[in-house]
């Protein structure tokens, strides 16, 4: 909590550390009150950094107790405490600083450093909240040794975990257990981890490559110990996984996976003990969904993967966050894609970035992949450092090719084990071992904002030839007015009559390779390039951007016939889609232009025999096929109206009325597609079955968009159903589209049947948050009463206030301004108990610009905020930089 305005940090003000700790010692007594925590630093002045003898250790909610410097008591004139410091004067070169700090985990409820989630006490040191625990040289740049002992009441505590390996366990005199953990390989105090709880486990164990077997354990609450089978079954694919691709070996004995309820994140990569969230681990066909067991399987990949990007090889400071997690989110993404369907996983991710790392980049937060400033770090775990930084490194990835890549990925870990190191390194790691320039390719992490490529086309046909001219450009962010070019790779082809053409740019010679001449990168480096195209038959309809092959905007004047061709012919399964999507968003604003003008919703028949065709297609995956009949979503449409153009009413009744439309008109083949792809079997989180899950609640919903019979079906697959995901298809269909007497019973019986499953409770609170009706509003604040709800917990709050400012426009956007009302004073009173997760639900009233009719609504709400006494940092910058 800050009294005046905190300050900005600057990448260009980055100094190393003047003093080392080659080695920490750190002695926890874990208290019901209060823990002791004692530590010795080990000490040695940075000689490359200067000669100075005074040193800053950083520390916030902390009581000094005691202070030892080389064994005596510390004089006070040698040290001072301040606010969130403890300055230490007149340091000799090498020495041994020891200090006694009391903390009070219990009252701890900002989730960040040592805190209680249940009956257990953990730890969450990412990005800064190890100086909560003690006075600390609290920077990744700063890599020591740690060894860790616990002193706890073992039965209360009869699991006591930290990094690294057990070396001891004892009895003491005053009746605790002692544990001590060693961990031999340097980190950043933001991996350490502690835990001590009354655990079960399950265990398992992995060869790795060169023979070591390692010990797998994954922790949970008795009561999930039945949970765990899938997390740890992915667990073991992705060590596999990593050393097949990636070439990394797992390095030490054991491998400790826990589970907490309270976590404000999805899951933490410390040192050989990750700590997840339940709702990132624990799974059960009644507690999880199909989108929640391939969630687990991704995050568990995640985290295991930064062993090496992220651990071995670290960030020198947090401007390069992107360092570890976008290159992550790059390996995790391609583990997905390698265990499922690859289009899909694409489709998916292209999704999650085109509706809101688009907005997050054209807001008043938008900031490069490498930030070049922030007032609080937390605020930059973005949609930005981690999916576009993915983006960036894919764009890496089909510049050099699969085995310069894996060279370049070889040369870094190489290179750098053991250090924490920049983006840069990571870029000149890539360019040494391949040769390549990516000199121009940097602006992608210096430069905000997502660019625009407009491409307009020429067909020549007397000399058959066709002409792309591609122009770039990148609006302006903050602090950036002006954009340099960037290089982005279109990956594309050309679609003629019978399928995709041979491509022979001219000046070029032809390609030898006759197999794969119909796909090409082009090379978009300058602000307008034109690519000439030769010896073709007929004019071809261009196929732009394939796999989504740069996270760019691209603008090109299809005709619905076009889209309708790529949709059906192409070879490229990610345009296919995007097509669909392109046609589905061209229909829907059609159909907003004609509500707005008072006439009757005319969808084009053409659209609805795309649909109607693509039903019959039975040689499309049923994923796929799933994907491509999803409508672009309210929030997807509302980035593309643009600034001061979303009119969220009108979104909602023309893409409610393209639904229906859609329902009745091919409600026969729906009804087939749905009948026929009921999953007799026994519910298993296998693709074929996830797959057909997907495609029947897709046609559910559109069948009951258009009537009752779609309801009728909807309640009958909601008493039919043995698992979740088809409950909660079923009860999102009744609640979207029904009146009160189609949910009303559903809704009730299955918090009766399911109230004791906490993840399960957690999708019932979003599945009403995120109800249509004028209800709504009055149903969140009764929820927030209800006695399963809690605002301490980061998940309960996500999946009630989170979904309805992010997942209702219709309510969110309420007129009377009730919406906006709503989620300040929720923020404001998270504020003071948890001001990471108060930021992060603040971010749906930071696009106050884009809404029609809304901006100085909710603008006044954040001005509100802007005007409270003991604003957090956290909240301050979002408020403050949304209202500039
Ligand atoms: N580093 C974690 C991850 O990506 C995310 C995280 C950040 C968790 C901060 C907690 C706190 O994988
Ligand atoms: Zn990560």
């Given at each position: 909590?800050?009294?005046?305005?905190?300050?900005?940090?600057?990448?260009?003000?980055?100094?190393?550390?003047?003093?080392?700790?080659?080695?920490?010692?750190?002695?926890?007594?874990?208290?019901?009150?209060?823990?002791?925590?004692?530590?010795?630093?080990?000490?040695?002045?940075?000689?490359?950094?200067?000669?100075?003898?005074?040193?800053?250790?950083?520390?916030?909610?902390?009581?000094?107790?005691?202070?030892?410097?080389?064994?005596?008591?510390?004089?006070?004139?040698?040290?001072?405490?301040?606010?969130?410091?403890?300055?230490?004067?007149?340091?000799?070169?090498?020495?041994?600083?020891?200090?006694?700090?009391?903390?009070?985990?219990?009252?701890?409820?900002?989730?960040?450093?040592?805190?209680?989630?249940?009956?257990?006490?953990?730890?969450?040191?990412?990005?800064?909240?190890?100086?909560?625990?003690?006075?600390?040289?609290?920077?990744?740049?700063?890599?020591?040794?740690?060894?860790?002992?616990?002193?706890?009441?073992?039965?209360?505590?009869?699991?006591?975990?930290?990094?690294?390996?057990?070396?001891?366990?004892?009895?003491?005199?005053?009746?605790?257990?002692?544990?001590?953990?060693?961990?031999?390989?340097?980190?950043?105090?933001?991996?350490?981890?502690?835990?001590?709880?009354?655990?079960?486990?399950?265990?398992?164990?992995?060869?790795?490559?060169?023979?070591?077997?390692?010990?797998?354990?994954?922790?949970?609450?008795?009561?999930?110990?039945?949970?765990?089978?899938?997390?740890?079954?992915?667990?073991?694919?992705?060590?596999?996984?990593?050393?097949?691709?990636?070439?990394?070996?797992?390095?030490?004995?054991?491998?400790?996976?826990?589970?907490?309820?309270?976590?404000?994140?999805?899951?933490?990569?410390?040192?050989?003990?990750?700590?997840?969230?339940?709702?990132?681990?624990?799974?059960?066909?009644?507690?999880?969904?199909?989108?929640?067991?391939?969630?687990?399987?991704?995050?568990?990949?995640?985290?295991?993967?930064?062993?090496?990007?992220?651990?071995?090889?670290?960030?020198?400071?947090?401007?390069?966050?992107?360092?570890?997690?976008?290159?992550?989110?790059?390996?995790?993404?391609?583990?997905?894609?390698?265990?499922?369907?690859?289009?899909?996983?694409?489709?998916?991710?292209?999704?999650?970035?085109?509706?809101?790392?688009?907005?997050?980049?054209?807001?008043?937060?938008?900031?490069?992949?490498?930030?070049?400033?922030?007032?609080?770090?937390?605020?930059?775990?973005?949609?930005?450092?981690?999916?576009?930084?993915?983006?960036?490194?894919?764009?890496?990835?089909?510049?050099?090719?699969?085995?310069?890549?894996?060279?370049?990925?070889?040369?870094?870990?190489?290179?750098?084990?053991?250090?924490?190191?920049?983006?840069?390194?990571?870029?000149?790691?890539?360019?040494?071992?391949?040769?390549?320039?990516?000199?121009?390719?940097?602006?992608?992490?210096?430069?905000?904002?997502?660019?625009?490529?407009?491409?307009?086309?020429?067909?020549?046909?007397?000399?058959?030839?066709?002409?792309?001219?591609?122009?770039?450009?990148?609006?302006?962010?903050?602090?950036?007015?002006?954009?340099?070019?960037?290089?982005?790779?279109?990956?594309?082809?050309?679609?003629?009559?019978?399928?995709?053409?041979?491509?022979?740019?001219?000046?070029?010679?032809?390609?030898?390779?006759?197999?794969?001449?119909?796909?090409?990168?082009?090379?978009?480096?300058?602000?307008?390039?034109?690519?000439?195209?030769?010896?073709?038959?007929?004019?071809?309809?261009?196929?732009?951007?394939?796999?989504?092959?740069?996270?760019?905007?691209?603008?090109?004047?299809?005709?619905?016939?076009?889209?309708?061709?790529?949709?059906?012919?192409?070879?490229?399964?990610?345009?296919?889609?995007?097509?669909?999507?392109?046609?589905?968003?061209?229909?829907?604003?059609?159909?907003?232009?004609?509500?707005?003008?008072?006439?009757?919703?005319?969808?084009?028949?053409?659209?609805?025999?795309?649909?109607?065709?693509?039903?019959?297609?039975?040689?499309?995956?049923?994923?796929?096929?799933?994907?491509?009949?999803?409508?672009?979503?309210?929030?997807?449409?509302?980035?593309?109206?643009?600034?001061?153009?979303?009119?969220?009413q009108?979104?909602y009744?023309?893409?409610?009325?393209?639904?229906?439309?859609?329902?009745?008109?091919?409600?026969?083949?729906?009804?087939?597609?749905?009948?026929?792809?009921?999953?007799?079997?026994?519910?298993?989180?296998?693709?074929?079955?996830?797959?057909?899950?997907?495609?029947?609640?897709?046609?559910?919903?559109?069948?009951?968009?258009?009537?009752?019979?779609?309801?009728?079906?909807?309640?009958?697959?909601?008493?039919?159903?043995?698992?979740?995901?088809?409950?909660?298809?079923?009860?999102?269909?009744?609640s979207q589209?029904?009146s009160r007497?189609?949910?009303?019973?559903?809704?009730?019986?299955?918090?009766?049947?399911?109230?004791?499953?906490?993840?399960?409770?957690?999708?019932?609170?979003?599945?009403q948050?995120?109800m249509p009706d004028d209800g709504a509003i009055a149903r969140v604040r009764h929820?927030?009463?209800?006695?399963?709800?809690?605002?301490?917990?980061?998940?309960?709050?996500?999946?009630?206030?989170?979904?309805?400012?992010?997942?209702n426009?219709l309510n969110f956007h309420r007129e009377d301004?009730s919406g906006?009302?709503?989620?300040?004073?929720?923020?404001?009173?998270?504020?003071?108990?948890?001001?990471?997760?108060?930021?992060?639900?603040?971010?749906?009233?930071?696009?106050?610009?884009?809404?029609?009719?809304?901006?100085?609504?909710?603008?006044?709400?954040?001005?509100?905020?802007?005007?409270?006494?003991?604003?957090?940092?956290?909240?301050?910058?979002?408020?403050?930089?949304?209202?500039?």
């Open positions: 909590m800050r009294d005046a305005n905190p300050g900005t940090i600057y990448l260009k003000d980055y100094q190393a550390p003047n003093y080392l700790i080659n080695r920490t010692e750190l002695h926890f007594v874990l208290g019901e009150e209060e823990t002791l925590v004692t530590s010795r630093l080990h000490l040695l002045r940075n000689t490359e950094n200067g000669d100075s003898s005074e040193l800053i250790l950083d520390g916030q909610d902390l009581e000094l107790v005691e202070i030892y410097l080389d064994g005596d008591v510390l004089d006070p004139s040698c040290y001072e405490v301040g606010e969130a410091t403890l300055l230490l004067r007149d340091l000799p070169e090498q020495c041994l600083l020891s200090c006694v700090t009391r903390i009070r985990p219990q009252l701890n409820t900002s989730l960040e450093g040592l805190y209680r989630s249940q009956t257990m006490f953990c730890t969450q040191c990412e990005a800064e909240g190890f100086r909560k625990i003690t006075y600390y040289l609290d920077r990744p740049d700063v890599m020591s040794v740690f060894t860790v002992t616990i002193d706890a009441d073992a039965d209360r505590y009869p699991v006591l975990l930290s990094n690294g390996n057990l070396e001891e366990t004892s009895l003491l005199a005053n009746g605790l257990t002692r544990v001590l953990w060693h961990d031999p390989f340097p980190k950043p105090s933001y991996l350490f981890a502690l835990v001590a709880g009354d655990l079960e486990h399950i265990e398992d164990s992995f060869t790795t490559c060169s023979g070591r077997e390692v010990a797998l354990r994954i922790y949970v609450e008795e009561k999930d110990i039945d949970k765990c089978d899938h997390a740890m079954d992915s667990l073991k694919r992705s060590m596999r996984w990593d050393e097949e691709v990636f070439g990394r070996e797992y390095d030490l004995d054991i491998f400790n996976v826990v589970a907490v309820d309270d976590f404000n994140m999805g899951a933490m990569e410390n040192k050989s003990l990750n700590i997840f969230n339940t709702s990132c681990v624990l799974c059960d066909p009644n507690t999880t969904t199909d989108v929640g067991y391939q969630r687990v399987e991704a995050i568990v990949a995640h985290e295991y993967f930064h062993n090496w990007s992220g651990n071995r090889v670290t960030c020198r400071d947090w401007f390069q966050l992107s360092l570890k997690e976008g290159f992550t989110v790059f390996r995790d993404a391609e583990f997905s894609s390698d265990m499922g369907s690859r289009t899909v996983k694409r489709v998916e991710d292209v999704t999650l970035l085109r509706s809101a790392q688009f907005a997050e980049d054209a807001g008043p937060m938008a900031h490069p992949v490498r930030p070049e400033s922030y007032i609080e770090i937390n605020n930059f775990y973005t949609l930005t450092v981690y999916e576009k930084g993915a983006e960036v490194v894919r764009m890496i990835h089909t510049l050099l090719g699969p085995q310069a890549f894996r060279a370049g990925s070889d040369l870094y870990f190489a290179r750098h084990d053991g250090q924490a190191v920049t983006c840069e390194d990571f870029v000149l790691a890539m360019e040494e071992a391949s040769g390549a320039d990516l000199g121009q390719f940097r602006n992608w992490y210096s430069q905000a904002g997502t660019p625009r490529l407009t491409v307009t086309d020429a067909w020549n046909k007397e000399a058959g030839s066709y002409a792309l001219t591609i122009s770039q450009s990148c609006p302006a962010t903050p602090g950036q007015d002006d954009k340099k070019p960037f290089v982005i790779p279109v990956a594309m082809g050309l679609l003629g009559d019978a399928g995709n053409l041979r491509l022979q740019l001219q000046g070029e010679a032809p390609d030898p390779d006759t197999e794969d001449n119909t796909h090409m990168v082009l090379m978009v480096d300058k602000p307008e390039q034109t690519f000439v195209f030769e010896g073709l038959p007929e004019k071809p309809v261009p196929s732009l951007l394939r796999g989504f092959s740069a996270p760019v905007r691209l603008e090109f004047d299809y005709s619905r016939n076009d889209l309708c061709r790529l949709m059906s012919g192409d070879d490229d399964g990610f345009v296919r889609w995007d097509s669909a999507q392109s046609l589905g968003v061209s229909v829907i604003t059609e159909v907003q232009a004609q509500l707005l003008a008072g006439d009757e919703a005319q969808v084009d028949p053409l659209f609805l025999e795309a649909c109607g065709a693509l039903l019959q297609d039975d040689a499309l995956d049923p994923a796929m096929l799933a994907e491509m009949l999803s409508l672009p979503s309210e929030n997807y449409l509302a980035e593309l109206a643009g600034e001061g153009a979303a009119d969220v009108g979104i009744r023309a893409r409610t009325a393209v639904l229906a439309a859609v329902g009745s008109h091919c409600r026969e083949a729906l009804e087939q597609r749905y009948a026929q792809l009921a999953v007799e079997a026994k519910y298993a989180a296998t693709g074929e079955q996830i797959a057909a899950r997907s495609l029947r609640a897709v046609c559910l919903n559109y069948l009951a968009a258009a009537g009752a019979s779609g309801l009728a079906l909807a309640n009958a697959q909601f008493a039919a159903a043995d698992n979740i995901t088809e409950r909660l298809a079923a009860l999102r269909v009744l589209f029904g007497s189609d949910w009303e019973a559903p809704m009730a019986k299955f918090y009766d049947d399911w109230g004791h499953e906490t993840l399960a409770v957690n999708q019932w609170l979003a599945v948050a995120s929820l927030m009463e209800h006695p399963d709800f809690d605002l301490r917990n980061p998940n309960k709050v996500r999946s009630l206030v989170g979904t309805f400012a992010g997942q426009p301004g906006y009302r709503l989620l300040r004073q929720v923020v404001a009173e998270l504020n003071s108990i948890n001001p990471q997760i108060a930021s992060r639900l603040l971010a749906p009233l930071t696009k106050w610009r884009y809404y029609q009719g809304r901006a100085e609504q909710m603008r006044s709400e954040l001005e509100l905020l802007a005007s409270m006494d003991g604003l957090s940092a956290d909240v301050f910058e979002v408020v403050s930089k949304s209202l500039k």
